[in-house]
């Protein structure tokens, strides 16, 4: 394995050296696993990739706190590949997680899927930052079209956009638990911190100013011409916030009334953001959430329709025949149902709304839990 650099910007020596054990043992695992004529190469990527890994400081010292995300180049069919390999990595994953103190995950691809794959933010945050634990030097080769974050499409941002505020959707649940833990409140500040960060970074990409460091962000926002409806002062704020939560998280010891009440700060933040962002993307104005989620315009239009078919067919089979949006990509669904689930307030006492939701998530029930239950199921798949 090569020497690499820093997982963390200033996380202790001790840190450093664990994390550094762990990817010595994940490279290991590997080798052993694959022979030189199957494996192409390994990669840490995520925060810890690109040496802005999380530094959880305490009273015994600094610790881990963002999972370990490892890339298994594997010549092949990664989906193939993946239902071959899926059990013995995942058994790889459970012996480091002792070791690291945190989860490990291992994801297959290979490098000629990394070639041929259009630009998207995913790709270019792995090209971008990463270490190479195994692989030749010039392992990436052939990929340099992920370094241009200028060709992300704007749908990455609505993509990325839509999961951080799955991740609100979520934390709504938790604050409405009777049951709130010390758990249930680390939850709710991780993801309350993780779509503060990610409202400067969906204005960065519809600007196609995105790069794969967080801190380069930060500086290109507080430059940023901005033309959406939030202030940028309140933008560059709220990203600031992301990004030291992001660097040195902090368990949560807040309380539910003091988190309820960021709560709803930054999910009416998030849904301006939402408006301004998806009316910029698909090209017309929308008033409100409702007015976004039950009109008819194609919300996925890079998609091809017949694709789209025989998804909906392999997925949902007889109900897809059944619903809107035969030719429309899943995820349509969830960008509709979401935009109520989160943002209409009146939703129990709206018919046209609530008979929105339950066709997009394939739910009968009128109950808030089961509709976000069913939306999860969905999300967990279209991700």
């Known amino acids: 394995m090569e020497a690499v650099s820093r997982f963390t910007i200033d996380g202790s020596d001790a840190l450093e050296q664990r994390l550094q054990m762990v990817c010595e043992a994940a490279a ?53 590949n993946e239902k071959i390999h899926r059990k013995s990595l995942h058994g790889l994953a459970e012996k480091l997680e002792k070791a690291a103190g945190i ?18 933010m995913f790709y270019h945050d792995l090209v971008m930052g990463h270490k190479r634990l195994v692989g030749e030097e010039h392992l990436l080769s052939g990929c340099e079209h992920h370094r241009r974050s200028e ?21 709504w649940a938790k604050l409405a638990s009777p049951q709130f833990t010390a758990e249930s409140a680390d939850f709710v500040a991780r993801n309350q911190a993780k779509a503060q960060l990610a409202f400067g970074d969906v204005a960065l990409t519809a600007h196609r100013l995105y790069h794969s ?16 409806d939030a202030p940028l ?51 017309r104005r929308f008033a409100s959430a409702r007015e976004y989620a039950l009109s008819s315009v194609n919300k ?16 949902f089979r007889g109900r897809a025949f059944s619903g809107p949006g035969l030719f429309r990509y899943p995820r349509e669904r969830l ?13 129990a006492g709206d018919p046209a709304g609530l008979r929105q939701v339950q066709r997009r998530v394939g ?14 199921n969905i999300w967990r798949r279209f991700n």
């Open 233 to 283: 002062s309140e933008l560059v704020e709220r990203h600031g916030a992301g990004v030291q939560f992001k660097l040195h998280p902090q368990r949560s010891r807040a309380t539910r009334a003091q988190l309820l009440a960021q709560q709803t700060d930054i999910s009416d933040f998030a849904a301006r953001m939402w408006l301004w962002l998806e009316g910029r993307r698909l090209g």
């Open 28 to 80: 290991a695992g590997v080798r052993a696993r694959f022979g030189p004529g199957r494996l192409e190469g390994l990669l840490l990527g995520g925060g810890y990739g690109r040496g802005e890994g999380g530094v959880l400081s305490g009273s015994e010292g600094d610790e881990p706190y963002n999972d370990l995300e490892f890339y298994v180049l594997l010549r092949g069919d990664p989906r193939v």
């Open 151 to 171: 060709d992300i499409p704007l749908f990455e941002a609505t993509r990325l956009l839509m999961n951080r505020c799955t991740g609100l959707l979520f934390s």
């Open 300 to 315: 996925c239009e890079e998609t091809h329709p017949l694709r789209n078919l025989a998804i909906n067919a392999a997925v």
């Open 103 to 120: 989860e490990v995950e291992f994801k297959i691809l290979s490098r000629r899927k990394l070639e041929s794959s259009p630009c998207s």
């Open 363 to 376: 739910a009968r029930s009128a109950a808030y839990p089961e509709l976000v239950a069913a939306y999860t």
């Open 213 to 228: 460091s967080c801190r380069v962000r930060h500086e290109r926002l507080k430059r940023l011409s901005i033309d959406c």
């Open 335 to 347: 960008l509709e149902a979401l935009t109520l689930l989160l943002w209409d307030p009146q939703l």
